[in-house]
């Protein structure tokens, strides 16, 4: 059984940081990408930032000299840092995964969400 489970969310001031965590568990997988995407209510879920195994890491134009992603691999863990957060930022984020356990087949998995308000 995989799961991603996501913590870290919640409210937070115009200009305020917040850090996502997103554990990772289940058998013998190999993560080949693991990123946080987010949904506004109302609108399409889009990546925020994102990085495949042995790449540098992408970002969204909004996220980009804000938003920092990091991996832990000892601990199957990747984190979302947020800084100078905005209004606009708020949205339910959600972390995905690319498994694979032989071959080449990459499976997609998500976690369950985590809420992220940005409020004064």
């Known amino acids: 059984q995989v799961q991603l489970v996501e913590s870290g969310g919640g409210l937070v001031q115009p200009g305020g940081s917040l850090t996502l965590s997103c554990v990772a568990s289940g058998n013998d997988f190999s993560i080949k990408f693991m990123g946080w995407y987010r949904q506004a209510p109302g609108k399409e879920r889009e990546l925020v930032a994102g990085?495949?195994?042995?790449?540098?890491?992408d970002y969204s134009d909004s996220a980009e000299g804000r938003f920092t992603i990091h991996r832990d691999n000892a601990k199957n863990t990747v984190y979302l840092q947020m800084n100078s957060l905005k209004p606009e930022d708020t949205a339910v984020y959600y972390c995905?995964?690319?498994?694979?356990?032989?071959?080449?087949?990459?499976?997609?998995?998500w976690g369950q969400g985590t809420q992220v308000t940005v409020s004064s």
């Open positions: 995905h995964a690319k498994m694979a356990w032989s071959g080449h087949i990459e499976y997609d998995y």
């Open positions: 990085i495949r195994t042995g790449n540098t890491p």
